[in-house]
């Protein structure tokens, strides 16, 4: 347990340090190289590195509509039905999110609009590494769909067999993906970032993933020409902000269910009471050996936190400063704090609300800003599937009103063509 006041201002910045951040550099090169090879390369490069890192050999990168099928109808029925009735909560929390075009005359004659259309062609990336995650297909795949984007394009790792998950292949038919290619980590975001034989180049790449995958990410936005992306989405992480009230059961599971992801996630635990602290580290410890994913949970648990705070204030403080991706609140009054905290991907009020439901099928999206980016980014959303243009459109009488103030800003500014492109006008109007 850490005392957060007794430590030092350096010691309260390594408490809260991610633990993927330690090897950063030994990232940035071995990402660098895998673009380099598929650069140059193409689709044998992607072969190749598939089957050094997935251990497949594959003939072909696109997976096949009729094996697509034949998988997605391996889908347990009771597993169709929880995809579809998350399906259905995504969908209708996404189209809620539909943004108005705006059109307003801002001044007689000057008419300005905004309006939004969907991105072309949009990369999809979903993990499936230690588990194969039908949850990321909706949350990336239902806002592509929602929002009209006409080509979608899913890129998760094969199995040995080089075949897809079933429950991948289900929910990817759900969401009208046109296109699925059986490529994981740095090589799939390479692929989509800047296209090969097998795979032509998408506008903006979407999803989660490990260190690995979320520096290609950064990497590939940096290229020239180089797909956008939606956010720094890494391995996960939550905080648990909790009082005397909490259930330390509760808290445990909470604290668990995100260590599962992999060993790179992380779990902290802040709270007012020393006793729940010292509680919910037993609880972790017998949980823990009731999970059939332990041998990862027990690494991910090795970067856990549980701090101790003397009140609500440092608690929230401590939260702020980690900006975590999940942020639950298992306090007396957790709505009430809301105002307080500023930096978080996604917020779960009270004891009854488990981060599982934001991950599986409330409605919200599980795509989150980590390693600290939930400071200045959002959680995925419609709009990321968009892009926004402005229009304007001036009248005679528009140019006349607005004219001579767009000719003394040029003439501020000593770009005489501004000028010039106005007063030409102006003229044509006073000689007609």
Known sequence: MITWSALPAIEQQDALARPAMADNQRIRDAVSDVISLVQDEG??????????FDDVELQTLALSQERWQALAAQTPEATQQAITQAFNNIKAFHEAQRPANIRLETQPG???EQRYDPLSAVGLYVPSGSAPLPSTVLMLGIPALVAGCPRRVLCTP??????IAPAICFAASLCGITEIYRLGGAQAIAAMGIGSQSVVKVDKIFGPGNAYVTEAKQQISQIPGGAAIDMPAGPSEVLVLADHTANPVFVAADLLSQAEH?????????????????????????????LT????TRQAMANARYIWVRDIDEAIEVSNRYAPEH?????????????????????????????SAGDYASGTNHVLPTY??????SSLGLVDFMRRYTLQELSADGIRGLGPTLMT???????????????VRLEALNND
């Open 43 to 52: 689709d044998s490069a992607l072969f190749a590195l598939t089957d050094r």
């Open 110 to 112: 000057v008419v300005c």
């Open 158 to 163: 094969p199995d040995k067999n080089g075949d």
């Open 262 to 290: 992999g060993a790179d996630s992380q779990a902290i635990l802040v709270s007012t009471s020393e006793t729940l602290v010292q509680q919910t580290e037993q609880e972790v410890a017998r949980q823990l050996d009731s």
């Open 293 to 296: 994913r332990q041998d990862i």
């Open 327 to 355: 942020l639950i609140v298992q306090t007396e009054q957790p709505r009430a704090l809301v105002p307080k905290l500023q930096n978080a991907g996604s917020i779960f009020l009270g004891q009854w609300s488990p981060e």
């Open 372 to 377: 600290g980016y939930a400071r200045n980014y």
């Open 409 to 423: 800003l040029a003439d501020a500014e000593g770009l005489d063509a501004h000028k010039q492109a106005v007063a």
